[in-house]
T-cell receptor, first 113, second 112 residues
Framework: DQQVKQNSPSLSVQEGRISILNCDYT??????FLWYKKYPAEGPTFLIS?????DKNEDGRFTVFLNKSAKHLSLHIVPSQPGDSAVYFC????????????FGTGTSLTVIP | NAGVTQTPKFQVLKTGQSMTLQCAQD?????MYWYRQDPGMGLRLIYY???????DKGEVPNGYNVSRLNKREFSLRLESAAPSQTSVYFC???????????FGPGTRLTVL
């Protein structure tokens, strides 16, 4: 049973516009959330994280928002650039075990020049 | 600074054959992990090692064994490969269990 869901397999956005990637989760014990970016034939690379005690974290063009009541987080990329074209995975840690991250299935972002 | 390295990059096995996937990190990280990625499934944790000398099962451990050889190296062994183990395998490491993970480039394994 998928505890972390990314319901949009793909997303296309014009260069310069905002990209919004969404992630939903079911486990209320998740306390730490991360976004990873993955290019073809490479491993995922860490992008940004947020603790459950916050509702927003910003790093340059990337902002992650967390809505705990809705069990939803989103990644905003502004402005989007062609180099942002990649697969984005959200991941969540279970504070019960503290030692396992659960990953979503990924959203493939294409930024059109 | 190579980060996390994995060997081999590609491998084709016949059902029943065995093999070991190698992983090494040069970041002095304490924790290491093995994941598999299948289409439509995201990354799933197979085994992890919180620190040198310890290993624990993750979400999908059946059919695999691991060895934390030293602080740098963490290997994954398939004793008797099955077609269901066809996947892309990623090794990762982190400073500790509560830190973000750094991934290797992956091993694409096909079991015929």
């Amino acid at each position: 049973d998928q505890q972390v869901k990314q319901n949009s397999p793909s997303l296309s956005v014009q260069e310069g516009r905002i990209s919004i990637l969404n992630c939903d989760y079911t486990n209320s014990m998740f306390d730490y959330f991360l976004w990873y970016k993955k290019y073809p034939a490479e491993g995922p690379t860490f992008l940004i994280s947020i603790s459950s005690i916050k509702d927003k974290n910003e790093d340059g063009r990337f902002t992650v928002f967390l809505n705990k009541s809705a069990k939803h987080l989103s990644l905003h990329i502004v402005p989007s650039q062609p180099g942002d074209s990649a697969v984005y995975f959200c991941a969540a840690r279970d504070s019960n075990t503290g030692n396992q991250f659960y990953f979503g299935t990924g959203t493939s972002l294409t930024v059109i020049p | 600074n190579a980060g996390v390295t994995q060997t081999p990059k590609f491998q084709v096995l016949k059902t029943g054959q065995s093999m070991t996937l190698q992983c090494a990190q040069d970041m002095n990280h304490n924790s290491m992990y093995w994941y598999r990625q299948d289409p439509g499934m995201g990354l799933r944790l197979i085994y992890y090692s919180a620190s040198e000398g310890t290993t624990d099962k993750g979400e999908v451990p059946n059919g695999y064994n691991v060895s934390r050889l030293n602080k740098r190296e963490f290997s994954l062994r398939l004793e008797s490969a099955a077609p269901s183990q066809t996947s892309v395998y990623f090794c990762a490491s982190s400073k500790g269990l509560y830190n973000e993970q750094f991934f290797g480039p992956g091993t694409r394994l096909t079991v015929l």
